[in-house]
C-alpha cells in the first residue's frame, strides 16, 4: 500500500509540474484552454491520422525548417511538451506523434511495445513523405525513439533522448518496485488529477484509460537491455538527463560510454572526441525534464552541430 500510495503522489506531482507548461489543449467539444503561462508557438499547419499496423496514429505538425519527430513521455501527449515543443517549432518543422493510446491516439487491442512503435514511427515518417528526419524523444517516447534508430537507421539523421535508458536496470530500483504496481486499479484515484484531465479532454476513448494503465503496467514489468542495439548506433546521439533523474548517474555515464563518449580525454585538437553528447542539467528532475526550457535550448544546439545535414 504504502508503494502504491508513493506511486500515486509521484504521477500527480510529474502533471502537477508538466500542467504549467502546455501549449492550448482543444478538448473534443471543440473548446480550448490555455495555461497561463504558455509560450507562443506556431500553429498546427496539418494534423490528421496515419493508420499503421492496426493503429490509427494522430500527428500534428507546426513549423517550418528540417523536420523533427518529436516523441512524448507515458501517460502525456505532444501539446504537453509545452515550452519544447514552441521552441523547436520555432526552427523546424515539428511532427508531433500522439502514440499508442495517448492523446487522440487509440489504445487499440495490440500491446503496448516500444519495438513495434519504431517500426510504426519509421512508416510514418516516410508516408509524411520525409526519407530522414531528427528524432527527439522524452521518458516513454525516448524508449520508442531509440527503436526507431536502432531499427531504421536510415530515416533517422540526428538522435536526441531526453530522460531515457537503454535498459531496465537503470531505474532506481524503487522506481521498478513502483513501476510493477501501474495497473487499472488506480484509474480511480486518478480521475480528478491532471494526468486523467488531460487524458480525457482529447482521447477518442477516455473509458479506456484503464486498460490503458494495465498496458503501461505490463510494458513497465518487461525487462529489457538493448545495449546491443546502442553500440551500433552510427548517427550523432545526444543524451539529455536532470541530476535528479529517476535514472541512476552509473546508466547515464554507462549509455554514454556504449556510445562511444567518456573513454578518454578529448585531446588539445578534439581529435578523440565522440560526436555523440551528454548533457546532465542541474536542478532537474525526470518529471520536468520534457517541458523544461532549458532543454528545448539543449536540444536545438544540438541540432545544429556543425556535421548535422
Known sequence: MMIRNTLLATLLSAMV???????SVQARDGTRATAPDAQPAPQVTKRGYVAVNGVNYHYQIRGKGKP??????????????GPTLAMLARNHQVIGVDLQGHGRTALGERAIDPVDMGDDMATIVKQLGHEQVDVVGYSFGGAVALRVAAQHPQRVRRLVLISAGYAQNG??????????????????AMKDSPMYTSYAAIAPRPQDFPRLLDQMGAYMRKAYD????????AMPVMLIYGDSDMFRPEHEVAFYQLLGGGLK???????????????I???????????SPRVAATVLTFLRGKDAR
Open 17 to 23: 509540474a508538466v500542467a504549467s507548461f502546455p501549449l
Open 68 to 81: 523533427v519527430l518529436l516523441l512524448h513521455g507515458g501517460l502525456l501527449h505532444t501539446e504537453l511538451f
Open 171 to 188: 531505474f532506481y530500483p524503487e522506481m521498478l518496485a513502483m513501476q510493477a504496481q501501474v495497473d487499472a486499479t488506480m484509474a480511480d
Open 226 to 233: 538493448w545495449s546491443e542495439d546502442v553500440k551500433k548506433l
Open 265 to 279: 580525454d578529448a585531446g588539445w585538437a578534439r581529435e578523440h572526441m565522440s560526436r555523440n553528447r551528454l548533457a
Open 281 to 291: 542539467l542541474p536542478d532537474l528532475t525526470h518529471y520536468e525534464a520534457g517541458a
